[in-house]
């Protein structure tokens, strides 16, 4: 437990993998990397070297001293191998001890069978089905030279190894855990445990954690050797009760002839999966391989039904990720080692909880060792899309609006001026684009629906076509009143001065307002971004804007009516007039934004998802999941088939 590993000082603090760690601070020995060479003793030019400290628990009565241990040769551990180990030399011994701790199940292959306790199944399952994290530790003498020793192979070094026993270690949830994994399951987020730890261990943690809810049916899947082909089999059981051992969903198993020169199984009773469209599969690392090679038509339907995958290496949890994203799924991935570092490089979003070797892999890193930052990530990530899709929304409304303007007035024989191009090019929209994506993440729970990812679907079209139908109608409701007036006269071409008209006046003067009304339209809130108000740089930019353009529109100095070509009209009365056409428009497109598209086509669903978006249809993991729950006959290319018994006769 105190050389065994790949703990290192950095800046005279110990760094490394967290298990490593702390198993380490538990002995009470400290470590030191001498800078001198020591060369007499070790044989070794930089030896890493663990002592007891004063308080570690150890008994030194049968030990000469000093005890020192000189690390001369690392094995780092990696997850295919299952397994990590040290040669070491003890001060003062002319022999080397080899010190291997890694999985039980490898550690037992790799150790002398008369070594071996014949109890060790059994205990085993005992801790590991309370969800203690259990690893195996064993020893061997090496009676080799320091040269002959780097001539050997990693396999002759961890051979024939004396079993010394179990570390059996409770890695304790953190507070936070339980909560985020409640509010992503709440958001009908797929919430799937990738581990390299025990299968035992991993359920009861998954069972601890939420990731197996009460009621759930477990179907532990595991291999079995059936002719030339392995067999994938079943353990069935409900929340709460070991899965350890055959129900009697096994006795059903029987073999179907395949036509392929090999034994494939069927699965027949009462309680198949199929069933209840509640149950859960877990497997480890083995099956899933089998899976893969021998049965791939079934690895999208196992998956999509997935809960925990233990003892899986590093290759396979990459391969995990690549099959869910397969399926359309987003998928994020969470990991602190690096075995992590491709599944994390694969995942969509990967977030590290570590700032070792997982976080070079991975786009983020979190400060906190815990996954409350796997929320915070879908909130920025869906209030990034919201703004985004409103920020292009704005953009085009903005551009369709200068052109119904410009088109209106052409009708006319005018069109607006240079400077009130240039007034709301650069004072406008300029200032309210700027600002427009300064509105801050919702805070609140995670929202069930996603945000869409179509500008095509029909929810952002009905959004967009709605509000320019409201300005095209604000727009000639401010003409309109404009002809009401007996000293009002049609505009007619006269040269150089043709866009100082009473018309300009009217739809220029309403349409300020409506550049002003769109950013606040299309500034979605909750449940993706928080409310338009909060953000204070953009309400104090259209709450200047809105007191400009009341100014300009009522009683403009005269250099400035001059300087924007306005032809005020004779009645002050059309100016009032034209500010409750705009405050009416305010109000329409407001209400059409957030209780019509918002509130009932988003929120509500009035609006099925295959008209949303096109491409919900043709998602692979919604087909698969509604032939689970739907079906009573499933049966694919692989040969296994799971039936439905008691229904339609069967």
């Not at 943690?205 to 809810?213: F, N, T, Y």
């Amino acid at each position: 437990m105190a050389a065994c590993h790949s703990l290192t000082l950095l800046n005279g603090e110990l760094a490394g993998d967290p298990l490593d760690l702390k198993m380490f601070e538990s002995t009470g020995w400290t470590l030191e990397e001498p800078a001198v060479p020591e060369t007499t003793n070790y044989e070794l030019l930089t030896p890493t070297i663990v002592r007891p400290s004063r308080t570690a628990n150890i008994n030194v009565d049968d030990v000469h001293l000093p005890l020192e241990v000189g690390i001369v040769q690392q094995h780092q551990f990696v997850s295919s191998l299952q397994r990590a180990s040290v040669v070491a030399r003890i001060l003062g011994e002319d022999v080397l001890r080899v010190y291997c701790k890694g999985a039980p199940e490898m550690i037992r292959t790799l150790s002398k069978k008369e070594t071996v306790p014949e109890d060790l199944d059994e205990i085993l399952h005992f801790y590991a089905e309370k969800g203690y994290r259990v690893i195996a530790v064993g020893t061997r003498m090496l009676e080799k030279t320091h040269r002959e020793l780097q001539k050997m192979t990693r396999d002759e070094v961890e051979c024939e190894l004396e079993f010394l026993g179990l570390v059996i270690m409770e890695n304790r949830l953190k507070p936070a855990t339980t909560p985020i994994i409640r509010e992503l399951k709440e958001a009908n987020i797929l919430v799937v445990m990738i581990t390299g730890d025990n299968i035992h261990t991993a359920v009861s943690v998954a069972k601890e954690c939420g990731i197996l809810a009460p009621g759930e049916r477990v179907v532990h899947l595991c291999v079995e050797s059936s002719g030339l082909v392995p067999v994938v089999c079943c353990e069935s059981s409900r929340h709460g009760a070991p899965i350890g051992r055959r129900t009697a969903l096994t006795r059903s198993w029987r073999s179907v002839d395949s036509g392929r020169g090999s034994s494939r199984s069927a699965l027949t009773d009462s309680e198949a999966p199929a069933e209840d469209p509640n149950y859960k599969v877990v497997m480890n690392g083995d099956t899933w391989k089998v899976l893969r090679e021998h049965y791939p038509q079934q690895v999208a339907r196992v998956i999509e039904r997935g809960a925990v995958f233990a003892r899986m290496t590093s290759d396979q949890k990459q391969q995990l990720v690549t099959e869910y994203q397969a399926l359309g799924y987003y998928v994020g991935m969470c990991g602190d080692g690096a075995n992590d570092c491709g599944a994390l490089r694969a995942a969509h979003t990967g977030v590290s909880l570590s700032e070792l070797e997982s976080s070079v892999a991975a786009p983020f890193t979190s400060a906190d060792p815990d996954i409350v930052c796997v929320a915070r990530v879908l909130r920025e990530g869906r209030a990034a899309l919201t703004t985004s899709f409103g920020v292009f929304n704005f953009m085009v409304a903005y551009s369709l609006t200068e052109f119904f303007s410009v088109a209106f007035l052409y009708y006319f024989d005018s069109n607006l001026t240079d400077f009130q191009f240039l007034y709301i090019d650069v004072a406008m929209i300029v200032n309210f684009a700027f600002f427009f994506g300064m509105t801050e993440a919702y805070r609140g729970k995670l929202c069930k629906i996603p945000p869409l990812t179509s500008l095509l679907g029909l929810v952002p079209l009905v959004s967009l076509i709605g509000q320019m139908i409201l300005i095209g109608v604000a727009q000639y409701f401010s003409y309109f009143a404009l002809t009401l007036f007996p000293w009002y006269e049609r505009h007619l071409y006269e040269g150089d001065e043709a866009n100082e008209c009473w018309e300009n006046y009217a739809i220029f003067t309403v349409s300020m307002f409506q550049y002003i009304v769109m950013p606040i339209v299309f500034s979605h809130g909750a449940p993706y971004r928080r409310s338009v108000v909060t953000n204070k740089h953009l309400m104090i930019s259209i709450i200047i804007m809105t007191a400009v353009s009341i100014y300009i529109t009522v009683a403009p100095a005269k250099f400035l009516a001059e300087f924007l070509q306005l032809k005020m009209p004779n009645d002050i009365l059309l100016s009032y007039i034209v500010l409750a056409v705009a405050a009416f428009h305010f109000v329409i497109a407001v209400f059409f934004e957030r209780v019509i598209v918002q509130y009932l086509m988003e929120r509500k669903e009035m609006v099925p998802k295959c008209l949303k978006e096109r491409r919900v249809r043709k998602t692979p993991h919604l087909i698969i999941k509604r032939e689970l729950t739907d079906s009573d006959y499933l049966e694919c290319d692989s040969g296994i088939k799971f039936v439905r018994e008691g229904s339609s006769g069967k």
